[in-house]
Every structure is written in C-alpha cells, then in structure tokens.
C-alpha cells in the first residue's frame, strides 16, 4: 500500500505563489503515473496536472504556463509549483498516484489508485 501526504498548502494574495509538496511513503511503483487534483467550492474534482515515472508531463488548460509539477525520485516527492494564483484557485489539492507498467498515457483524467487526503489552498483577490 502507498500512503501519500500533501504539504505547503495554505492562504496566497491573487497573483501570489504557493508550492504544494506530496510525500510518497510505503510501496512504490517503478513505473507509475502521478497527479494533482483539486476540488473547489461546490465544484466537481478536476485533474490539473499529471507526470510519468519518465518525467513527461500534461496540464489541464486552465492551470497551463502557471503551475508547473515535478518530482524527486530520491525522496519519493511530488511537488506542485502555483504561480499567478487567483481566486478561481481556491480548492482543497490531492495529490494521487496509480502504477502505469502498460505505459499508458499519464494524464489529469489517468484513472488513480492512491489519494492524500488534501490541502486546503486558498487564494483572497
């Protein structure tokens, strides 16, 4: 089992910054797809960013140019870098993660198997 645990969330002013980490702990896979996802105030949960165990990427349009995800093979760390924040940014983040050994496409819609338990960003205009 993979446990998974957001860090860096918090309150940003619009335009500001915030960068968002995910610990990964327990099993890990070799070949694995990763994400972030958020939920905003009565909204939908929608898949924002996404990386493969290769270091490709794929962004949702409305967060593309602006947030930027990465990872530290050697500490098992999933990071999500926020720029230019604004208020539509306002959602509790989960990161997740599902193994990817067919080498499917990793993108935001990737079905996951693992989830954090979420961060609260909150972003005041």
């Known amino acids: 089992v993979q446990q998974l645990v957001e860090s860096g969330g918090g309150s940003a002013q619009a335009g500001g910054s915030l960068r968002l980490s995910c610990k990964a702990s327990?099993?890990?896979?070799?070949?694995?797809?990763m994400g972030w996802f958020r939920q905003g105030p009565g909204k939908e949960r929608e898949g924002i960013a996404a990386i493969d165990s290769d270091g490709s990427t794929i962004y949702a349009d409305n967060v593309k140019g602006r947030f930027t995800i990465s990872q530290d093979n050697a500490n098992n760390t999933l990071y999500l870098q926020m720029n230019s924040l604004n208020p539509e940014d306002t959602a509790m983040y989960y990161c997740?993660?599902?193994?990817?050994?067919?080498?499917?496409?990793?993108?935001?819609?990737?079905?996951?198997?693992?989830w954090g338990q979420g961060i609260q960003v909150t972003v005041s205009s």
């Open positions: 327990g099993y890990t896979y070799s070949v694995y797809c």
């Open positions: 997740a993660s599902a193994p990817n050994f067919l080498r499917r496409l990793c993108t935001p819609s990737y079905e996951m198997r693992h």
